[in-house]
């Protein structure tokens, strides 16, 4: 038995025969590509449309080398040097064993009987060949669909794919197929498991250093607790409350953010559930995995199609393709090839478009992962989203605390061991320095505040699915929008009427209150009459009690929007067609241009008919013009013209109405009606009038794209079809014809875009505020969008069908451009609002370390302990911070530009000197006032703490004297420290009092801003009463380590508060009158 391995997108499929030599041992064919292995065990022959496009023979005598060459060229073949073009779905670099060829060409195998391709080179190292591997399928996926099965004949694609027209594949043509393919599914991405997500969120950020120090405690414990008798249990319960709260912040954090990924549940919705298939001659309902390329399938109006298809025959066959192109309107299926773009020629219909209306039968050419819209999943869900502006903040923020956190650290355990004191005592220090860099509840405070904003958003009908895209749109410097229901409704709407010579509004209130035309004129009857008589659109059951406008209807968009006119104008539109009972049809096709019904009516016929408006008037000989019919003239005509050209002009779809009243003793009821004989008439009829229809742009559009303009965001429409310049024109997104150079705005063609190299492309990116892409692929909507990443752009991608799905996948956020306004606004004012929760957060850092370095360098009592520090960050700081999450925007927020990722950065160091350098030494100054204060009332003035803190700490020393002669024990000396820990936890809390409300506004002041924020206000409360509580409460002395105060002490703040306050307005009132000074180039963070 021979065999052949030949790898086909990362599939690996192995050929293998008993046959005899020169037989047909395997054949294999992949995206127009057949590949044929002949048993004699010298030849591979490779055929393209049906040419030989390469051969690989003799490769048991002589190695061949094979070299890649570009797409477009032709195959030459020079004896044994072959250069191999990359064909889709065809790895192009192979590896074969004991290959001696450069990473650019294919090596010989090693044996006559084996053949391997594969992706990379046998030079590479494994990880980068996986690497390379993946780039290269996704570059793969990335390219235009290439596919020839619409445009060879039936008959060849019957003999690739095995199967006959009439009969379909036999039972184990499709067994065999269904094991070499597998089932007809999209496959799902892979998924991080959640355990692996919960240890991200357990073990990141700043979880490690808080981790290091429970460590640390829990050495520091256990070395005691060996060598001391009677051990302090200070470090074990200070290593359990980091460990608690290192776990409770990774379990809060995890819940918030466990929304994962939806949008491959969105492609599993789309595979229908049953399909028709002709098999053995015999039709079957199969559930939709089950087919294989090669079965013949009937689809019909309403069904899913369930897999890519080419179309047999058809009969008035419609497909909805807005999901995977952007139509809006319903595209007609016919078996000729009309487009060398398979996206765009009438043949072919793809896998979970939806058929409108009509019939056909097809022969399925593609499943699962292999059809248009599984290319788009594998697109989807092999592109990696990248970390947000805020993640990428956040790192960075981390990285900076982190560095000085362990710097300061590092540098005073080498101190403390310089100037003697015993080295558990310097692991305490450590722990004490990283514990008070480190501001624990501040990734939490972040979700929190992410949280609250996406809700607020969502009761403004903005959904946020990933948390962290919320700020991202803040940072938005472009917009993509798709046109079809995201700028405009996807919602065919009758805009104007024309007849008896004058163009009218047409009302689309449900209480008809704007109506601006006669009802009861006798050419709007007629006009109305053809409307819904010609008219295979009906409502959906059950939907009485919807508004007309809102409910759903089975058919074509056109006739949706007729039928919901009519509705509106006349009542009960379905009693009405009863009345005049259908009797003939002739449906719109592409080559007549018009769609025909005649009817029972007032015991005679009426025909009625509605189509192109030109195709409509050449075929009538009178005109209604108020209820009387006159001649159709040149004048008439030219007023037809004219109307014509003005509905067209507003970029809306038009159709002309004309009907005749068949005389009775001619067509009698019961005649019948053929259209192969044409017996009846269809010239010298009535002209009535034109319908015109628009898919309106939303309400809230035209707004946001001028709010766009002022926040210095650059507007791109990208969309699948043509109404675009009339679109944008609409929405204030202007268009012209000018020096392309000069030009604010572009239009780009999908098929210009299909030709143009990257530096076009990024020229018209940069040269251009506003551009329109027309006649899209999806794969070139994400090119657009990589583009301008790569010129440093923030892009949010607005859209609503699948073809969007790659491009809001790539983009730094996705959601739909009515609320993106919102979003953008809600997104600065998150930006801002955690500037100010940070610069809050950390100003109380220098207050919490400063103790420790006090400590160290002059060996004073520890003026603050670390279980106090924990109270601070997790306790009294947690809901002032979070409640910036409800402050509300400065009045200047969109009128600035877009912030520049790069520079502007959320903590950058203008708010590290604010923080470290300005407000923080205050409140230090602050805390060690009242420590001095405390100890002094008790008998131990500053000069006597310098250098006591090693007769202090000790437990053997009970008569230590203080600055008055008193002598005091070991035990009322720890008391008294403690109680100076609480005066300075106590201070810290008062101070932040006015930290809170300075980091209000960062430039107006804030008695213009106001306290409106009733959220902060709650919180200055809660701060105090949380901080009076543990100062208070009987038992904290244990636990916490804190005494009760004298009311006094907490006055020891208010004067730094004062300066505080009076430092921080002075600072902003000379911003305000000085832009752009040195004040603000300094301190404006």
């Known amino acids: 038995m021979k065999k052949f391995e030949i790898r086909i997108a990362n599939a690996l499929v192995v050929l293998s025969s008993t046959a005899e030599d020169g037989e047909i041992e395997a054949r294999i064919s992949v995206g127009g590509i057949i590949i044929i292995t002949l048993a004699n065990?010298?030849?591979?022959?490779?055929?393209?449309?049906?040419?030989?496009?390469?051969?690989?023979?003799?490769?048991?005598?002589?190695?061949s080398v094979l070299r890649t060459w570009s797409c477009n060229e032709t195959f030459p073949q020079k004896r044994q040097l072959?250069?191999?073009?990359?064909?889709?779905?065809?790895?192009?670099?192979?590896?074969?064993?004991?290959?001696?060829?450069?990473?650019?060409?294919?090596?010989?195998?090693?044996?006559?009987?084996?053949?391997?391709?594969?992706?990379?080179?046998s030079q590479l190292p494994k990880r980068k060949e996986t690497t390379k591997r993946k780039k290269d399928d996704i570059e793969d996926l990335k390219r235009e669909l290439e596919i020839d099965t619409h445009r060879v004949p039936l008959e060849e694609l019957c003999q690739r794919f095995n199967t006959s027209l009439s009969r379909g594949l036999t039972v184990n043509q499709a067994k065999l197929h269904f094991a070499r393919d597998g089932p007809n599914a999209l496959t799902p991405p892979k998924q991080t498991p959640e355990w692996v997500k919960f240890c991200k969120t357990l073990f990141g950020g700043f979880s490690m250093l808080l981790w290091a120090g429970a460590i640390l405690c829990f050495i520091a414990y256990s070395i005691e607790a060996t060598t001391s008798e009677d051990p302090s249990d200070d470090h074990l319960f200070l290593g359990i409350v980091l460990a608690v709260v290192v776990v409770v912040t990774a379990i809060f954090s995890y819940y918030q953010e466990n929304k994962s990924s939806r949008i491959m549940e969105s492609f599993k919705k789309m595979v229908p559930q049953v399909a028709t298939v002709v098999r053995d001659g015999e039709k079957l309902s199969l559930r939709a995995?089950?087919?294989?390329?090669?079965?013949?399938?009937?689809?019909?109006?309403?069904?899913?199609?369930?897999?890519?298809?080419?179309?047999?025959?058809?009969?008035?066959?419609?497909?909805?393709?807005?999901?995977?192109?952007?139509?809006?309107?319903?595209?007609?299926?016919?078996?000729?090839?009309?487009?060398?773009?398979?996206?765009?020629?009438?043949?072919?219909?793809?896998?979970?478009?939806?058929?409108?209306?009509?019939?056909?039968?097809?022969?399925?050419?593609?499943?699962?992962?292999?059809?248009?819209?599984?290319?788009?999943?594998?697109?989807?869900?092999?592109?990696?989203?990248?970390?947000?502006?805020?993640?990428?903040?956040?790192?960075?923020?981390?990285?900076?605390?982190?560095?000085?956190?362990?710097?300061?650290?590092?540098?005073?355990?080498?101190?403390?061991?310089?100037?003697?004191?015993?080295?558990?005592?310097?692991?305490?220090?450590?722990?004490?320095?990283?514990?008070?860099?480190?501001?624990?509840?501040?990734?939490?405070?972040?979700?929190?505040?992410?949280?609250?904003?996406?809700?607020?958003?969502?009761?403004?009908?903005?959904?946020?699915?990933?948390?962290?895209?919320?700020?991202?749109?803040?940072?938005?410097?472009?917009?993509?929008?798709?046109?079809?229901?995201?700028?405009?409704?996807?919602?065919?709407?009758?805009?104007?009427?024309?007849?008896?010579?004058?163009?009218?509004?047409?009302?689309?209130?449900?209480?008809?209150?704007?109506?601006?035309?006669?009802?009861?004129?006798?050419?709007?009857?007629?006009?109305?009459?053809?409307?819904?008589?010609?008219?295979r659109a009906v409502f959906k059951q059950n939907q009485e009690n919807i508004p007309v406008l809102k409910r759903e209807v089975i058919g074509d968009a056109s006739e949706a929007a007729l039928l919901k006119c009519m509705e509106l104008a006349l009542g009960d539109v379905k009693s009405l067609q009863l009345k005049s009972k259908k009797v003939y049809e002739v449906p719109f096709n592409s080559s007549n241009k018009y769609q025909l019904s005649i009817h029972e009516w007032e015991g005679s016929h009426i025909l009625v008919m509605k189509g192109a408006p030109e195709r409509i008037l050449e075929r009538c000989s009178t005109i209604t013009l108020s209820g009387k019919d006159v001649p159709l003239d040149e004048e008439k005509k030219e007023a037809f013209n004219e109307a014509y050209l003005e509905l067209g002009g507003m970029g809306e779809r038009v159709l002309g109405f004309c009907d005749a009243v068949l005389p009775s003793d001619k067509y009698p009821i019961g005649y019948k009606f053929d259209a192969d004989v044409e017996n009846f008439p269809i010239k010298d009829l009535r002209f009535v009038g034109l319908i015109s229809m628009i898919d309106p742009p939303r309400a809230a559009v035209p707004d946001a794209v001028a709010k766009c303009r002022s926040a210095g965001i650059k507007v791109i429409m990208v969309t699948g079809n043509e109404t675009v310049e009339d679109i944008a024109d609409r929405l204030n997104i202007p268009i012209s014809e000018v020096d392309p150079r000069s030009a604010k705005a572009a239009v780009v063609h999908g098929s210009e875009l299909r030709e143009m190299s990257e530096d076009q492309l990024h020229e018209i990116?940069?040269?251009?505020?506003?551009?329109?892409?027309?006649?899209?692929?999806?794969?070139?909507?994400?090119?657009?969008?990589?583009?301008?990443?790569?010129?440093?752009?923030?892009?949010?991608?607005?859209?609503?069908?699948?073809?969007?799905?790659?491009?809001?996948?790539?983009?730094?956020?996705?959601?739909?451009?009515?609320?993106i306004v919102t979003g953008v606004e809600e997104g600065r004012l998150i930006f801002d609002n955690l500037k100010k929760s940070i610069a809050y957060t950390l100003t109380s850092n220098i207050p919490e370390i400063t103790p420790f370095l006090a400590f160290i360098l002059l060996s004073i009592p520890l003026p603050l302990g670390s279980v106090a520090i924990l109270a601070i960050d997790l306790g009294t700081d947690m809901l002032p911070a979070i409640s910036y999450a409800y402050e509300e925007a400065e009045s200047d927020i969109m009128k600035r530009p877009p912030r520049?990722?790069?520079?502007?950065?959320?903590?950058?160091?203008?708010?590290?000197?604010?923080?470290?350098?300005?407000?923080?030494?205050?409140?230090?100054?602050?805390?060690?006032?009242?420590?001095?204060?405390?100890?002094?009332?008790?008998?131990?003035?500053?000069?006597?703490?310098?250098?006591?803190?090693?007769?202090?700490?000790?437990?053997?020393?009970?008569?230590?004297?203080?600055?008055?002669?008193?002598?005091?024990?070991?035990?009322?000396?720890?008391?008294?420290?403690?109680?100076?820990?609480?005066?300075?936890?106590?201070?810290?809390?008062?101070?932040?009092?006015?930290?809170?409300?300075?980091?209000?506004?960062?430039?107006?002041?804030?008695?213009?801003?106001?306290?409106?924020?009733?959220?902060?206000?709650?919180?200055?409360?809660?701060?105090?009463?949380?901080?009076?509580?543990?100062?208070?409460?009987?038992?904290?002395?244990?636990?916490?380590?804190?005494?009760?105060?004298k009311f006094h002490w907490w006055l020891a703040a208010v004067p730094f508060m004062i300066s505080m306050w009076i430092y921080d307005e002075t600072r902003r009132y000379i911003l305000r009158r000085n832009p752009g000074g040195w004040v603000e180039r300094e301190t404006y963070y």
């Open 41 to 63: 065990e010298n030849t591979i022959k490779v055929f393209k449309s049906g040419l030989p496009v390469m051969g690989i023979s003799g490769f048991a005598s002589q190695p």
């Open 900 to 1045: 520049k990722t790069g520079v502007d950065k959320l903590v950058n160091s203008r708010l590290i000197a604010m923080a470290y350098g300005q407000i923080g030494p205050i409140q230090a100054v602050a805390g060690f006032f009242s420590y001095f204060i405390i100890m002094s009332e008790n008998g131990f003035l500053p000069g006597k703490l310098l250098g006591i803190r090693e007769k202090w700490d000790s437990k053997s020393i009970n008569d230590l004297i203080d600055s008055y002669g008193q002598e005091w024990t070991y035990q009322s000396r720890k008391e008294l420290e403690f109680t100076c820990h609480t005066g300075f936890f106590v201070t810290i809390v008062v101070v932040q009092w006015v930290d809170l409300i300075i980091c209000k506004t960062r430039r107006s002041s804030i008695f213009h801003h106001g306290m409106r924020n009733w959220m902060m206000n709650f919180s200055l409360i809660f701060e105090t009463a949380l901080a009076a509580f543990l100062a208070y409460t009987p038992g904290m002395e244990k636990g916490l380590k804190m005494f009760p105060l």
């Open 765 to 819: 990116l940069r040269n251009h505020t506003e551009i329109v892409f027309a006649r899209t692929s999806p794969q070139q909507k994400l090119t657009i969008v990589e583009g301008c990443q790569e010129l440093g752009a923030i892009v949010a991608v607005t859209g609503d069908g699948v073809n969007d799905s790659p491009a809001l996948k790539k983009a730094d956020i996705d959601d739909n451009f009515a609320s």
């Open 82 to 121: 072959l250069l191999l073009a990359r064909w889709p779905r065809l790895a192009s670099y192979s590896t074969w064993p004991k290959s001696s060829c450069d990473s650019k060409a294919l090596g010989a195998p090693s044996s006559p009987r084996s053949l391997k391709t594969a992706l990379g080179s």
């Open 289 to 535: 995995e089950e087919l294989v390329v090669g079965d013949i399938v009937e689809v019909k109006g309403g069904d899913r199609i369930p897999a890519d298809i080419r179309i047999v025959e058809a009969s008035s066959f419609k497909v909805d393709n807005s999901s995977l192109t952007g139509e809006s309107e319903p595209q007609s299926r016919t078996p000729d090839c009309t487009n060398e773009n398979p996206l765009e020629t009438k043949n072919l219909a793809f896998f979970s478009t939806n058929a409108v209306e009509g019939t056909a039968r097809g022969l399925v050419v593609a499943c699962g992962d292999h059809t248009a819209m599984g290319r788009i999943a594998g697109l989807v869900s092999s592109l990696e989203a990248g970390d947000t502006p805020i993640a990428k903040e956040l790192h960075h923020f981390i990285k900076i605390i982190t560095g000085v956190a362990v710097f300061l650290g590092v540098v005073f355990f080498i101190i403390a061991f310089i100037l003697g004191y015993h080295w558990l005592d310097a692991v305490v220090f450590l722990i004490g320095i990283i514990v008070a860099n480190v501001p624990e509840g501040l990734l939490a405070t972040v979700t929190v505040c992410l949280t609250l904003t996406a809700k607020r958003m969502a009761s403004k009908n903005c959904l946020v699915k990933n948390l962290e895209a919320v700020e991202t749109l803040g940072s938005t410097s472009t917009i993509c929008s798709d046109k079809t229901g995201t700028l405009t409704q996807n919602r065919m709407t009758v805009a104007h009427m024309w007849f008896d010579n004058q163009i009218i509004e047409s009302d689309t209130t449900e209480d008809q209150s704007g109506i601006q035309y006669d009802k009861t004129s006798p050419t709007f009857k007629a006009l109305a009459r053809i409307a819904y008589l010609c008219n």
